[in-house]
């Protein structure tokens, strides 16, 4: 059985970080943002999950479970953050949630 | 070690510290309930207060005259200053020169404090005032009582604040204001030379423990080139020029004419300006070892008591007169006390605060009865309004003029006696300002009291005797002012000269040590101040009483030298020129060119720097989240590549 070699997840793994960072910095609906951001962790779980088990050890896997509880923490209080902005001006354009600039 | 001198006798006691304590609780009572329980209980704790710390300094003083001679009260009251070798202790001493000094400072103080219930009664500042007159008696206190020279400039510090606090009393009349300043700041002056003096002393003294003492100073003095002590001595006296007013520092006394009128009789002729004779009296060991000091000091005293006189002359303000006066009799002090004659400076001193006192007390029941008028030339016939008034203030003129009988004349002559023994120049000059003190004190007393009433008919109406609360005092000191002189009278005459022989374990060198001129001569030199005070009394008789056009014939014929003594010999022109000017002007460049330039200029200048690099960084703040992020980005591939490429 012919097993997919690790670089083949590890180079998927750089193209998810790169789409999602990538639409972290040109897109400017806060929800995209978001969600390029949940891209990107996931990119980095699949190559913890790959070198885990290249490796033939659990430390990869376990990590991946740390990161998936943060993020799911950290979906809630963005969701709650943009909902907040969306509140209060009406938009969830990064360009227009400016009150602290100069 | 603390040495003592083998004459004098070290007794502790523990009631000293009342003397000067007493007064203190009276300022605290002024300033923190003074306002609140009303003025009848400010005018009962501020007399009483200082009537109290007189009982206790009688107590001392009799404690001092009936105990062994040379016996010296002391207490200790905490350690001051224990800085390595140096530990100047917070002490108290009560010898006979002390203990006659407490007794005028608490008696005529006291007095003073009586009379000032009326006087100041309708001042809205009352409590206030009674919070500074107390407040100098206390320092006033301390400073006779230091045990030694640091307390004593303690003290010394303390009236000269008290002094400008009371001179600038009606503070929101612009003109007092200064007059306080110009006293602080002439002051200043001569206390920057005190203060340097101290130093010196105290580092030529070299290693060893220092206390300062007056006993201290005294002993190692000895062990000092004659260069240093003179030097301290005259550093010393230059402090005294500016607290005791005399030439040339003597500007600022006439001006501090602008406070009450017993703040004048106290501080500026009772009390605080005599603190300069005292001084030099109480460290008269250190002056006998140096002396053209003391040549120094009786010079200027004597051109002091001249110069003062002359321009007493033609002042028509009543309290400038007796300013005048009392910088001249200031003079008559420090010649007394430059000539060797410690006691008898001291004995003027005793007499002086209670004739010039009862002159300024009798001149602020004048301007009391006159409404606030202090123009002699509007004055005039005042003894008819003015009987008890009237009857002190003669008595006070004739103890001043030198007539025999009164006070005034017991010490001058003891001065001028000494003075003749050992400056004859001297003796000519104070004799010249004997009979000019005779005239224009007698001028003054006939142009107030005498002839016709020039006041306009509404002061007149209103004329009246002061109450009894202030001629009591007035009474009191015009029977001091006569029974005064009799403690020194000359040595040919009933119990002779007590007071110098009561001073003597104190002050050294009684009357009797520096050769005292035999009978015949002393008679002759009495005779001759008696004839020039008699002499003066008898021209101001003429021309003010018999033929009263001959002042403004005089003036007229000699008016370039009546103009030069009008306007005081021009010597606030001159210091205006010469210091004022020139430092207010350097002042000004200084604030121009350096504050506003230089010192704001760094300032401003290291703010407009930050400033400006904010403006150019604070593009980097977009406040774009995006941006941040690409900037992270930018910089993690940047450290990534680093390491990577390092290897």
Known sequence: MTTVPASWYVVLGIL?????????????????????????????????????????????????FFVMTVAAAEAAVGLAIILAVFRNRETVNADEVNLLRW | MHEVQPAVVVENVTFLWWIPLLPALGVLFHIFLGRRVGKTAVSVVGPSVVAAAFIVSLVAFIRVWLGPPGLVLQQVLWSWLPVGSLDVRFALQVDALSAVMILVVTGVGFLIHLYSVVYMHDDPGYARYF??????TVAMLVLVMADNLLLLFVGWEGVGLCSYLLIGFWYDNDANASAGKKAFIVNRVGDAAFLVGIFWLFWSFGPGSHTFSFSEI?????????????????????????????????????????????????????????????????????????????????????????????????????????????????????????????????????????????????????????????????????????????????????????????????????????????????????????????????????????????ADAHTRAHLHESPRTMTIPLVVLAVLSVVGGYVGLPEFLAWGDRFSAFLAPAVGGSAHAGGHPHLALEVALMGASVFVALAGIAVAYRFYIQAPQ??????????????????????????????????????????????????????????????????????????????????????????????????
């Open chain 1, 16 to 64: 998810l970080f790169t789409i999602g960072a990538l639409g972290v910095l040109v897109r400017r609906n806060l929800i995209i943002v978001f969600m390029a951001i949940e891209l990107m962790l996931n990119a980095v779980n699949l190559v913890f999950v790959a070198f885990a088990r290249q490796q033939q050890a659990m430390d990869g896997q376990v990590m991946v």
């Open chain 2, 550 to 647: 001959t002042p403004q014939q005089l003036a007229a014929r000699w008016r370039r030298a009546y103009q030069l003594l009008w306007n005081k010999y021009y010597v606030d022109e001159l210091y205006a020129a010469l210091f004022v000017r020139p430092i207010v002007q350097l002042a000004h460049v200084l604030w121009r060119q350096f504050d506003v330039a230089v010192v704001d200029g760094a300032v401003n200048g290291a703010g407009g720097v930050v400033q400006e690099t904010g403006r150019w960084l604070r593009r980097w703040q977009t406040g774009n989240v995006q941006h941040y992020a690409l900037s992270l980005l930018v910089g993690t591939l940047l450290l990534l590549g680093y390491f990577l490429g390092r290897g």
């Open chain 2, 218 to 454: 005294a002993e190692r003095g000895r062990q000092l080139s004659p260069a240093v002590v003179t030097g301290v001595t005259l550093l010393l006296f230059v402090g005294a020029t500016g607290k005791s007013a005399q030439l040339p520092l003597y500007v600022w006394l006439p001006d501090a004419m602008a406070g009450p009128t017993p703040v004048s009789a106290l501080i500026h002729a009772a009390t605080m300006v005599t603190a300069g004779v005292y001084m030099i009296a109480r460290l008269h060991a250190l002056y006998e070892l140096a002396p053209i000091s003391l040549d120094v000091v009786a010079t200027v005293g004597a051109l002091t008591a001249v110069f003062a006189a002359t321009i007493g002359l033609v002042q028509t303000d009543i309290k400038k007169v007796l300013a005048y006066s009392t910088i001249s009799q200031l003079g008559y002090m420090f010649l007394a006390v430059g000539v060797g004659a410690f006691s008898a400076g001291i004995f003027h001193l005793l007499t002086h605060a209670f004739f010039k006192a009862l002159l300024f007390l009798g001149s602020g029941s004048v301007i009391h009865a006159m409404g606030g008028e202090q123009d002699i030339r509007k004055m005039g016939g005042l003894r008819r309004y003015l009987p008890v008034t009237y009857a002190t203030f003669l008595v006070g003129t004739l103890a001043i003029a030198g007539v025999p009988g009164f006070a005034g004349f017991f010490s001058k002559d003891m001065i001028l006696a000494r003075a003749y023994a050992e400056a004859p120049m001297l003796w000519g000059l104070a004799l010249v300002g004997a009979g000019l003190t005779a005239f224009y004190m007698f001028r003054l007393f006939f142009l107030v009291f005498l002839g016709e009433c020039r």
């Open chain 2, 131 to 136: 919070a500074y007159l107390n407040l100098f």
